[in-house]
């Protein structure tokens, strides 16, 4: 993409950081079963990019804003949501009909939350990355 863009151009990426547990769930999904070159897929986040930026010798400015994200309904047997927080987070549809999937990312989950009274909370971490050519 940074071929394409024209001289003077800018470069705008938003997406999930890898510094969040959002972002994080992503890293250890994709040690137990990706293929290939992440850079190409939906599990890439801007830890990705920076690393092609900074190997590529591309000067860029970042910024940050975290949020929690409730997923307790994850957790919860009968709900119809559930499900599809957990397809949402992981970039898989239909992951809860993937048991070793829909296991390490619970737990992965269980492992990163923060429970508040009854409701268990995820951080995530979405970033904004600009370079100039």
Request: glycine share 8%; net charge negative; with cysteine.
């Amino acid at each position: 993409m940074w071929e394409q863009l024209a001289d003077g151009g800018y470069l705008l990426v938003a997406q999930q950081s890898g510094k969040g547990d959002f972002g994080g769930l992503w890293s250890k999904l994709w040690e137990e079963f990706g293929q290939g070159d992440r850079l190409n897929t939906s599990l890439r986040t801007t830890r990705d990019v920076r690393r092609w930026l900074d190997a590529m010798d591309i000067s860029y400015v970042t910024s940050e804003v975290d949020f929690n994200m409730d997923v307790t309904e994850c957790f919860k047997e009968d709900s119809k949501a559930g499900p599809l927080i957990l397809d949402f987070l992981t970039q898989t549809p239909y992951v809860s009909d993937v048991p070793e999937i829909r296991f390490r990312a619970l737990e992965y989950i269980r492992c990163n939350s923060t429970m508040v009274g009854e409701k268990m909370f995820l951080k995530s971490i979405n970033e904004v990355i600009v370079a100039k050519k």
